[in-house]
Structures are given as structure tokens and as C-alpha cells.
């Protein structure tokens, strides 16, 4: 049987995982990843460092088994801005999906009409740490970045870059915001929207489904494994994790509960309205003919983390807090918007902000952190339903390791939620991808593995309906006050 490692190189965390012939784990590593917040709502990360963390968890999980891997796979962050020379060295610091320096840029666009005339030709929105807005600041603030730049990438493919000498641009994550989805080409008329036709050079064409890249000597030299090895890159971790989640029927969904609050769902087709929200995404799969349409919040488990660093508690106290307080959270209420760069799904508000109402001396943190997490959930049910959810919903990420939380979104979504009995979907996701790559597997074999399924509780569903209902009336008079100057 063949070995294949996954890398999954996160936003949080870059790890290893090595799979076996039947998918079982054999052995597994992970490193931090550094997140540099710098002044302005800026957010990069350093290449160099996001390459030795993937070396040493590759070195690492490579040792532990028993013998040698048959391929490399790799997914990892989506978005953001990772720009490089011809030889794949960073010509700036990588720009975060998570930045907010071009917010003013997605305000104005927005305003003006960009944001829909670009949605009119691909069916994508934006938000601040996406493409557009941030070749937009650059070419106004780091005009000489962009020329001496070659590729306009991302983080997979800046680490496919280095370790295979390729450009290999999965369609996943050309998908925001300039390509077509239908075709897989990218709409001039989007790039000229946004004053970027010169800049048009620096996007690769994206890779054809099933493309295999090999480590060349730079790569075999940082892993530790030898020159030739396959590497398949990509898809990103949203359309990864939904591979190795499960999700195979057009109408099934995946709640990834994570650093973003991300919800997807699987279709035949692609329909762009031209009176929609310009928001979330018509993700490329490795399947010509299947998309995903994506709505990615902006705050997952990192809102739950404010909120408990907030009250002086951690991840290990959150079963006692929320079972310290009643559905409702006794009168408290959140909106769950604390990035930065303000929310991008299912709608595009980059001035928007988190609140917490209804707080008096007689509550304590278990109300807020419980007001928090119902909030995310809210958010959730929110996206899933714009998009488009009919059958299944599978549930990953750090989030639903707490059963009480995930049984918490059960009882918000009202509908049962099944959570895949391993944690590394994302990584199993583009292993199996990289299986069918190499000929190894059926695209028609079901996901291996198991599920624990969480019903939602009938107890607690009319509250959350209310819950919801009162949510979602708060939305536009919330937002509308915090679009304006100063607000």
C-alpha cells in the first residue's frame, strides 16, 4: 500500500499527516505558523518561516513511518496576496487573507458598483484580504513590489513554487475574484472594473485537474525526500475539506468551524444573478461540472478565543461555561463581526463591527461566551442558507471538538449535523485528491472512515428560531451604523 503525506499548511497551524493505502493515519507532525499583525489592520506572514515549518513537519512525519511516502499533497490557506519573482522568492512579506489594509478599497468599490460589476462576470464578492482590493493598495503604495513581481499567488502555490521549481495554480484558488467559473478562465472585464488590466500578468493560468508536479533539488533538499517525488497542489483547504469530509451529492454542505467560519455546498451549477449579494464564491473542485458555492464568515473559533481570553478562561473551560448557561444567554447578545477587516459572507461590509448587548452586573462570562458562540452559529445558519443547503451537512474544524458548541449548532441550524470521526479532513482531502491525480483511486469510492451525528434537541428550537429571527432584523440597521465614518 502506498504512503502519501497531506501538508495542510494553515493560517494557525502547518501539519503533517501520513495516510496509508486504506487513508488510515500513520503519522502525523504540526508547527505554529506566525501571524505579524502590524499597525493599520495589517496582517502578513513571513515565507521563509511558513517553508522551514513545512519541512520540519514533513521531516518529522516522514521518519515515523515505516516507509518511504509515494507523494507529497498539498492544500493549505486560501486568499490573500503572495507575491514572488520568477524564482518563487517572496518580493514582499505574503499579505494575510486575514489583512485589512484595502478596506477603504472594498468600501468604495462597493459604493460605486465594482463589487456587482465584478460579481456580474464571475459570480464572486470580495473583502479586503482578498486579490483585488490588495493589488489595488499596491499598485497605489508599493508600485515597485509589483514590478519587480512575477506571480500573484497564493500560499499553496508559493510553497509548490519552491519545492517543485512550478507555477501551479489550483482553480480553487484562482476562483476570488477574477475568474470565470463556467470556464476557468479569468474575466478581463473584472480586472479592468478594478483598474487592474496591467496587472493582469501576474496571474497564472490555473492548473488542469489532475496536474502532478515533481520536488526538484530546492524541495528534496528542504523535505528530505527524493528529487522527482509527485506533488500534487491543491485544491485549498475549503474544497479540500469538503472531499475529505464527505461531500459527494449536489445539495450537501460542509460547516468548517474554524479560524473562518466557512460553509459550502455542492452544485451542478452556477448561477449568478446580477441582483444578488456580491458575496462568497463559485469554488472550483477537482470535478469539471461540480462546484462549491462557498460562504466564508471572516470569524470562526478566532471569536470564541477573543471571547474567552476576554473572560479570562480557555478552550478547556468552554464545556463548563456554556453548560453554565442557558440557551439565550440569559438576555445576552452578540454579533459575532471582530475581524478586522469586517465581514465578507454572506454579505461584503468591511466597516463591520462586533457588539455585545444586554449586559448587566448580574451576568457572567459563561453569558458572554455563550452569547458568542450562539452568535457564530446565527452567522452559520446565515451563510448555509445563502448557500443553498438541501441535504446532508457535514461539520468540521477545531470547533466541533466541543461537544457542547457543536451541539449548540445543531440546535441553531435546526437539523442534524455529522462530524467526521477524523480531524485531519483537510489534509485527507487533498491526499485523495492526489490519489486520483496519480491514477490510485476511483473518484466514485465513498470517503472512507466514520461519523458521530448530532440531532438538534426540539427543546431548544424555538428559542433559537427567535434567536435567529431577532439576528437577522438587527443585521441592517447594525451595519448601516457602522458603514458610516466613525462608527
Not at 144 to 155: D, F, H, N, P
Not at 160 to 187: E, I, K, M, N, W
Not at 283 to 300: E, F, K
Not at 391 to 404: E, I
Request: hydrophobic fraction near 40%.
Amino acid at each position: 500500500m502506498t504512503v502519501v503525506i497531506g501538508v495542510d499548511i494553515g493560517t494557525s497551524v502547518t501539519k503533517a499527516v501520513a495516510f496509508d493505502g486504506d487513508d488510515r493515519v500513520l503519522a502525523q507532525a504540526t508547527r505554529r505558523s506566525r501571524l505579524d499583525r502590524l499597525p493599520g489592520g495589517r496582517v502578513e506572514q513571513d515565507l521563509a518561516h511558513v517553508l522551514r515549518t513545512v519541512g520540519d513537519v514533513v521531516r518529522e512525519t516522514a521518519g515515523r513511518c515505516d516507509r518511504p511516502p509515494a507523494a507529497l499533497a498539498l492544500t493549505g490557506q486560501g486568499d490573500g496576496l503572495w507575491l514572488r519573482d520568477e524564482q518563487g522568492l517572496a518580493t514582499r512579506p505574503p499579505i494575510s487573507w486575514m489583512d485589512g489594509r484595502a478596506s477603504s478599497y472594498v468600501t468604495r468599490w462597493l459604493a460605486d458598483g465594482t463589487v456587482r460589476e465584478v460579481h456580474r462576470h464571475t459570480g464572486s464578492g470580495m473583502f479586503p484580504g482578498s486579490h483585488a482590493p490588495l493589488l489595488a493598495w499596491l499598485q497605489e503604495h508599493e508600485p515597485g513590489t509589483l514590478e519587480r513581481s512575477a506571480v500573484a499567488g497564493y500560499c499553496v502555490d508559493a510553497v509548490a513554487q519552491h519545492l517543485t521549481g512550478r507555477v501551479c495554480v489550483d482553480a480553487s484558488d484562482a476562483t476570488l475574484p477574477f475568474l470565470r467559473p463556467h470556464d476557468r478562465t479569468y474575466a478581463a472585464e473584472a480586472l479592468a472594473a478594478c483598474g487592474l488590466s496591467e496587472q493582469a500578468r501576474l496571474l497564472a493560468a490555473p492548473a488542469a485537474p489532475g496536474t502532478v508536479l515533481a520536488l526538484d533539488a530546492r524541495g528534496a533538499e528542504l523535505l528530505g525526500l527524493p528529487r522527482g517525488l509527485p506533488v500534487v497542489a491543491g485544491p485549498y483547504d475549503l474544497p479540500a475539506t469538503a472531499v475529505g469530509s464527505g461531500v459527494q451529492d449536489v445539495g450537501d454542505g460542509l460547516l468548517i468551524v474554524g479560524t473562518t467560519l466557512a460553509a459550502q455546498v455542492l452544485t451542478d451549477q452556477v448561477r449568478i444573478r446580477p441582483e444578488a449579494e456580491p458575496a462568497g464564491m463559485w469554488l472550483c473542485t477537482p470535478d469539471r461540472g461540480r462546484w462549491l458555492r462557498a460562504m466564508p464568515a471572516m470569524v470562526g473559533t478566532a471569536g470564541l478565543e477573543w471571547a474567552l481570553s476576554l473572560t479570562g478562561a480557555t478552550t478547556g473551560d468552554l464545556e463548563d461555561l456554556l453548560g453554565a448557561s442557558p440557551p439565550g444567554a440569559n438576555g445576552v447578545t452578540c454579533l459575532p463581526f471582530l475581524s478586522e477587516a469586517g465581514e465578507r459572507a454572506p454579505f461584503v461590509a468591511p466597516g463591520a463591527r462586533g457588539r455585545l448587548d444586554g449586559l448587566t452586573l448580574g451576568h457572567g462570562r459563561a453569558d458572554v461566551v455563550r452569547a458568542v458562540c450562539e452568535s457564530i452559529g446565527y452567522a452559520a445558519r446565515h451563510c448555509l442558507e445563502a448557500a443553498g443547503l438541501t441535504r446532508t451537512l457535514m461539520a468540521c474544524g477545531g470547533g466541533t471538538r466541543s461537544r457542547a458548541w457543536t451541539q449548540l449548532l445543531a440546535d441553531v441550524l435546526g437539523r442534524p449535523v455529522r462530524v467526521p470521526d477524523t480531524r485531519e479532513v483537510g489534509a485527507l482531502g487533498v491526499v485523495l485528491t492526489a490519489r486520483r491525480s496519480l491514477g490510485e483511486r476511483d473518484s466514485s469510492r465513498p470517503r472512507p472512515g466514520g461519523f458521530r451525528t448530532v440531532a438538534p434537541r426540539p427543546e431548544a428550537g424555538a428559542r433559537y428560531e427567535r434567536g435567529y429571527q431577532d439576528y437577522r432584523r438587527e443585521l441592517p440597521g447594525a451595519l448601516a451604523r457602522q458603514s458610516r465614518p466613525g462608527g
